[in-house]
Nanobody, 124 residues
Framework: QVQLVEFGGGLVQAGGSLRLSCAASGRTFSRYHMGWFRQAPGKEREFVAAITWIDRNTYYRDSVKGRFTISRDNAKSMLYLEMNRLKPEDTAVYYC?????????????????WGQGTQVTVSS
């Protein structure tokens, strides 16, 4: 089992920045692809970004490209999401997730482990 805990969310004005963190434990962190997902009120969970463990290839949904950056520090078993130029539509609970193997980084049901989520609220 892998345990994931997100932190770093909060309230920020449109155009501002936040850095989310996810701490992993329980299994070898470097073996897992990692992703960030988000869920806004009344909507389904959606893919935000992913990073592979072998070569650190990154993937983003179109609406966050150029604004968000996903990264990982395997020595510290940490995953990060740097969010810049935030918009009100970015408001959601953000979740980190771990994927043991395979592709389909943009599908939530392909991930094996999930954190509890951290709230990001962007005011207009």
């Amino acid at each position: 089992q892998v345990q994931l805990v997100e932190f770093g969310g909060g309230l920020v004005q449109a155009g501002g920045s936040l850095r989310l963190s996810c701490a992993a434990s329980g299994r070898t962190f470097s073996r897992y692809h990692m992703g960030w997902f988000r869920q806004a009120p009344g909507k389904e969970r959606e893919f935000v970004a992913a990073i592979t463990w072998i070569d650190r290839n990154t993937y983003y949904r179109d609406s966050v490209k150029g604004r968000f950056t996903i990264s990982r520090d395997n020595a510290k078993s940490m995953l990060y999401l740097e969010m810049n130029r935030l918009k009100p539509e970015d408001t959601a609970v953000y979740y980190c997730a771990a994927k043991a193997q395979g592709i389909n980084y943009n599908y939530a049901d392909k991930y094996d482990y999930w954190g509890q989520g951290t709230q990001v609220t962007v005011s207009s």
